[in-house]
C-alpha cells in the first residue's frame, strides 16, 4: 500500500518570503498523482496544485511550485512571497492510477506566516 | 454557487443517537466520496459510490451506512453514535471513477461531528 509522510509537524515562515514543505511518499508504481491541498482554519480542503508523474516538468500555479523528484520519490511544495492568506495546514497526497480513485494523504505540515 | 456542499456543518448528539450527513455536488460529477479528518487531522477515506454503485468500503464499521439517492447526492448515516466517531467528515467529487488523467477531487466545506 501507498504511504505518503510530510516530517514537517509545522513551519513558520515571514510574510514576503520563501518556504519549501516536504512531502516524500512510498510506491511501487510508475504512473501516479500528487496533489498538495491547503485547509485554512475554515476547513474547507482547497487543491493547490497537482503533478502527474509521467511528466518530468515540474508544476506550477502563480506562486505555488513543486520539486518532484520521481526516482527519489519527493514532492515539496515551494511558496514564494508568502502571503498571510497561506496560513493553514497543507496535506500532501497520493493518488494512483491503478484501481479506483482515492487520495492517501500526509499527516499534514502546519504552515504559520509572521507579519 | 457551491459546488460541493454538506449539510449539516456542525452536529452535536449523544452517544447511542442515529444520525445522517448530507451531500450534494453540482459539479456533473460521477463519483462521490466521504473522508473522515480525526482529531489529530489524519484524513483517511471511508467510501466512494460512482454513479449509486458503491466502488470502495474502507474497513469501515458497520453502523456507517453511505446511501447515494442518485450521482448528485451521497449520504452518510450512522448508527449507534460512538465517543470514537467525533471527526470531522468531509465529502468530495470527482469527474470519473479510476485510472482517468487529471480526476481530481473536490471538497465540501466538512462536517464537524461531536458525540458526547
Known amino acids: 500500500a501507498q504511504t505518503v509522510t510530510q516530517s514537517q509537524p509545522e513551519m513558520s515562515v515571514q510574510e514576503a518570503e520563501t518556504v519549501t514543505l516536504s512531502c516524500t511518499y512510498d510506491?511501487?508504481?510508475?504512473?501516479?498523482?500528487l496533489f498538495w491541498y491547503k485547509q485554512p482554519p475554515s476547513r474547507q480542503m482547497i487543491l493547490v496544485i497537482r503533478?502527474?508523474?509521467?511528466?518530468?516538468q515540474n508544476a506550477t500555479e502563480n506562486r505555488f511550485s513543486v520539486n518532484f523528484q520521481k526516482a527519489a520519490k519527493s514532492f515539496s511544495l515551494k511558496i514564494s512571497d508568502s502571503q498571510l492568506g497561506d496560513a493553514a495546514m497543507y496535506f500532501c497526497?497520493?493518488?494512483?492510477?491503478?484501481?479506483?480513485?482515492?487520495?492517501?494523504f500526509g499527516a499534514g505540515t502546519i504552515l504559520r506566516v509572521k507579519s | 454557487d457551491t459546488a460541493v456542499s454538506q449539510t449539516p456543518k456542525y452536529l452535536v448528539t449523544q452517544m447511542g443517537n442515529d444520525k445522517s450527513i448530507k451531500c450534494e455536488q453540482n459539479?456533473?460529477?460521477?463519483?462521490m466520496y466521504w473522508y473522515k479528518q480525526d482529531s489529530k487531522k489524519f484524513l483517511k477515506i471511508m467510501f466512494s459510490y460512482n454513479n449509486k454503485e458503491l466502488i470502495i468500503n474502507e474497513t469501515v464499521p458497520n453502523r456507517f451506512s453511505p446511501k447515494s439517492p442518485d450521482k448528485a447526492h451521497l449520504n452518510l448515516h450512522i448508527n449507534s453514535l460512538e465517543l470514537g466517531d467525533s471527526a470531522v467528515y468531509f465529502c468530495a467529487s470527482s469527474l470519473g471513477l479510476a485510472g482517468g488523467r487529471g480526476d481530481t477531487q473536490y471538497f465540501g466545506p466538512g462536517t464537524r461531528l461531536t458525540v458526547l
Open positions: 459539479l456533473g460529477h460521477d463519483t
Open positions: 510506491t511501487s508504481e510508475s504512473d501516479y498523482y
Open positions: 497526497a497520493y493518488r494512483s492510477t491503478l484501481g479506483p480513485n482515492k487520495l492517501v
Open positions: 503533478q502527474e508523474a509521467y511528466k518530468q
